[in-house]
């Protein structure tokens, strides 16, 4: 029952949209219970008329029907119940997350904040180039050293 109603990672904005999928699914179920329940009324007339005419077999038929539907809206009745929990959730998780400050990247900002660090991106490039003609620089060394130690 958790995972769906994880809002790590999303905006306030995404969150908001994410629970409005949720309520609408719970008016949804709702909206399918009523239409159920007007199924039922309309099978328990079909009944009482089956018996006023005495239609024993159509009698049963209805009370078959009026089952099905009462157990269908059983599950519909659970199913909300557990929507409106995680609907719950979801709201309590929203408010939090709306209360957060929200995390931006300013890139300028970064790039300014690597550059006091590391240097500008030019000083950099100079200061590998340095390094560079050191390492060539010490490499000759050594071959001069070798070729006067043979």
Known sequence: ????????????????????????????????????????????HRVKLARENQRIDLVQEAIDKLEE????????GREKRELEVKVALLKQRLRRLER????????????????QVAGSDQHLKEKISRMEADDKLDELRRKLTEEEEE
Do not use: C
Request: hydrophobic share 35%; no cysteine; aromatic share 8%.
């Open 1 to 44: 029952m958790t995972d769906d109603i994880d809002l790590h990672g999303l905006t306030a904005a995404q969150a908001r949209e994410y629970t409005l999928q949720f309520v609408a699914n719970m008016k949804e179920l709702e909206n399918r219970r009523q239409d159920l329940r007007r199924r039922f009324e309309s099978w328990e």
């Open 69 to 76: 539907i009462t157990r269908r809206y059983q599950e519909l």
């Open 100 to 115: 957060e400050p929200q995390k931006t990247v300013n890139a300028e900002a970064l790039l300014e904040q690597l550059e």
